[in-house]
């Protein structure tokens, strides 16, 4: 057996079966294999950004790696930034990077670079297999690596000889740890932290947004009067149907520092302590009071749910009742008139299919659909975790190959939209359940804001040109359709909603351009 | 001042003039800095890739550097595979990439990453900049290095609140050092290998690719029946009208054997030594022969022009006039009937305007085009210099924003023309003159070869997939449309003749989809 065979043998050993490809001349051998080793699913991308990106979506929707299969330095230059996204949603996550035989890259012909150099950046495992015998074994140690806990990006690197060599051997998966649970004792502390005199809050994150963790951190809040929050922005967070809202910290420092005034304990739950995400002349970067205590109860690396359920046993708080969740009950009704960022949100909150993943990237445009589905049929909320706009497109296609049968809402912004709009593309070949709703403001709207914040005086001609879309203005319809993907656009909430009910009803992916008026 | 303005002013001193920017929110100040900055010309592009191929283009026909304007680490990555490409052909390119600011980084926000690090991977020279005082000054360094000699990639990395902080002071432009002379002696001994016995071959590239370094080294292969040969991948490339034509390194090791076959010297003029582009199993990675010694008259960094001169002066060599040049006198005839690879380059080769840039990314499709052209109008041919497919279309961009009134003809293979379509939007809001040929097979052509040369076994249905680009067909016209570039699709020869006609007869961009019958 080549080394590529038993490559790939060994990462669907290890449970490993869904690759998102985007390969070159040194992963060709990768490719044949593919014909012998039919468990391992293979999707096609034309761009590596897309690559990285849905396998952020799928890791984050299965909880298991995809591997992506990327070619030389330049490639996985290209799958960077998601993967820095990936990094920051923890994702489960394993590269597979083609790299010269062993024998040329003395030669440093045109495409080497400094491959070790760019995974380093954002890899938390990483290793170069010089030899066929242990291709497969490192492959099992890649999915072990990139299961942690918490997730994380492991990347193999693959000599191109590595694979065409005999002697490939298929290694066993990885025995698994149990997830390691929070000593009694800290529980306990926290406990009595939280029993005690004043007021204290409760950031939950990562593990604990799912239905566990976030009833368990209802009751906590409950019991003893904790203000609950959340990381701004979860890599997968459940909603709808009864569950617990739960207020998100706020994305500009000032703000999150009037959310947890008067605090003086601050307990952390898979959540990292709040930090703005930029830093403005004379705003706080550190958004905690002086004086709050920040206690770390779980880190993302230990049994975060298991933590919460206990902190809720020894604070004896009750079980809480789908009825008595903030949740608002029932949807709201379906909008008619001015399609506006608000209307928008009343369509989605009035269709939305029950089970549905949302794949939140839309920015300004965006803010007001928490509200509206907040009520409504129980969903997945995945958001852009890292920071870094380009990764709702491929994380709406990696997530619908993750999930048949589900539908994917993915609200794109439309200077987000246009980094990985190649996207389309997969989303089309593979018949996926996507919906894309592009918001179209014809501007980067938030660096209008961000503008303004920074203490950049009134702006004049040159410096509007570089946030401004619409000359000349993107046709996402055009776009979807070169790349085939069926796709029409709304200019009012009546026809909007009317778009996105056709697009729920039927197979396969659609995208709507909504074009605010 | 600020930081950001005298950022900007210390490049503008030092004589780089344009920005290929997609801003985030730390590089606001430098945004807002344009309105005080008019000598900058800032161009936008939706994706950092985009931004950093259009300065390498810029870079290559203007021999100063653009700057880029990215987004911290993600936006550096989403840019390095075109950095990668300028790295290898050489291209002065000054990176100016938005840090968050000093006292935010101990926080670790979400978009904080390697940005050291990414830089590292690609750049001869970075620096980050926490003072304000210093920062016009390492502009005015970035600038210098960036100029090398040779060219190369230069870093700079500036923290948010170096950008706001009052400060700045603009740097003077460094002062540069003619270039360095290739010792006399060294052409001395050169040119008695060349007269002396045995076969020589010379190789050149690099600056030898202009007109001065093509004439001369005609004349050295004139007097001395050396094989001239050059680069395969040259970053510019003086052709056509009476210019001689050279023979290219071959692309596939065993060829390039054979082109070397008998040669019992190998001089180098700005070229590296040929090595296979990739290795393949029992496939020569070092196709120089046993025996063939390699001598080095110039390297990239010295005078190679003045030194071939040199060397053909030391041979005694005549001028050559431009009839005893090999190049072919005049153009092909127009051609008629079906569209195939064959009749697009004559097409190309009847039409190509005097004066023309041609940006060669059209893999297996564009291999006649050289032949079809070689006697035509003078022009410039830029190549892929490094190899990483996706710089065609943004390279196209900034060479046309370094050449108004010259015609770039950007020859396009379909599935490299998706890594980076956006670069279309910017054409045509910069109303560049800019033909964008996509040359449809609907495939990775080039990967079908290289599947049977690593000795990939009879591929089946899953292994072709991966290289298949039809399923669903791209829509190039369409898209080209939906990024307001206008756009025509040719299925005979007569038609792609008609459209580049029409193209190279009006002004702004346009886009033909070629699909071979």
Chains 1, 2 share one sequence.
């Not at 987000?416 to 359940?433: K, N």
Request: glycine share 12%; hydrophobic share 45%.
């Amino acid at each position: 057996m080549n080394g590529a065979e038993a490559l790939l043998r060994s990462l669907v050993a290890s449970g490993v079966t869904t690759c998102f490809a985007n390969p070159g001349t040194s992963e060709m051998q990768f490719v044949a294999a593919l014909d012998r080793v039919p468990e391992m699913r293979s999707v096609l991308a034309l761009f590596e950004g897309v690559a990285t990106g849905a396998a952020d979506g799928y890791g984050r929707i299965t909880g298991r790696p995809a591997t992506t299969l990327l070619h030389l330095g330049p490639g996985l230059g290209n799958g960077l930034a998601n993967l820095h996204n990936a990094r920051r949603a923890r994702t489960p996550l394993v590269n597979v990077v083609g790299d010269h035989a062993t024998y040329h890259q003395r030669f440093d012909s045109p495409l080497q670079s400094d491959l070790w150099g760019i995974a380093h950046t954002v890899s938390a495992w990483q290793r170069s297999t010089p030899r066929v015998e242990d291709v497969g074994a490192d492959a099992a140690d890649a999915v072990a690596a990139s299961l942690g806990p918490p997730g994380r990006i492991a990347t193999l690197i693959v000599p191109a000889d590595v694979t065409w060599n005999e002697g490939g051997e298929v290694a066993a998966p990885r025995q698994r740890a149990p997830l390691p649970l929070v000593p009694p004792t800290l529980v306990e502390h926290t406990a009595a932290l939280l029993r005690g005199r004043g007021a204290a809050g409760l950031v939950i994150g990562g593990p604990a947004m799912g239905e566990r963790g976030l009833l368990a951190a209802a009751r906590v809040a409950a019991a003893t009067g904790t203000k609950l929050l959340c990381e701004t922005f979860p890599a997968v967070h459940a909603r709808g149907a009864g569950l617990p809202e739960v207020e998100k910290i706020a994305y500009y420092g000032e703000m999150c520092t009037l959310q947890l005034a008067g605090l003086s304990h601050l307990v952390l739950a898979g959540a990292r302590a709040p930090v703005s995400f930029f830093a403005y002349p004379d705003k706080p970067s550190d958004p905690v009071p002086p004086g709050c205590a920040v206690v770390e109860l779980a880190g993302a690396g230990l049994d975060v749910v298991a933590a919460l359920e206990a902190l809720a046993d020894a604070l004896g708080a009750p079980a809480i009742a789908g009825r008595r969740h903030r949740g608002r009950a029932g949807r709201p009704e379906r909008p008619s008139g001015r399609l506006t960022p608000e209307s928008m949100a009343l369509a989605v909150g009035h269709l939305l299919p029950e089970g549905a993943i949302v794949v939140d990237e839309s920015i300004t445009s965006g803010l007001s659909v928490p509200g509206t589905t907040a009520g409504g049929p129980r969903h997945e909320w995945l958001a852009l975790a890292g920071g870094s706009i380009g990764q709702g497109l491929p994380v709406a296609t990696g997530a619908a190959v993750a999930a048949p049968g589900r539908r994917v809402l993915s609200l794109e912004a439309d200077g987000s939209a246009m980094y990985t709009i190649q996207s389309l593309w997969t989303q089309a070949r593979e018949g996926l359940d996507v919906t894309t709703v592009v918001l179209v403001n014809r501007s980067y709207a938030i660096l209008q804001l961000e503008l303004a914040r920074v203490g950049a005086s009134g702006t004049g001609e040159g410096a509007s040109a570089m946030l401004d879309l619409g000359h000349p203005p993107l046709d996402f319809v055009e776009i979807a359709r070169g790349m085939g993907v069926p796709s029409d656009r709304a200019t009012s909430a009546d026809e909007l909603a009317d778009l996105l009910e056709k697009s729920f009803s039927e197979d396969g992916p659609a995208l709507i351009e909504a074009v605010f008026g």
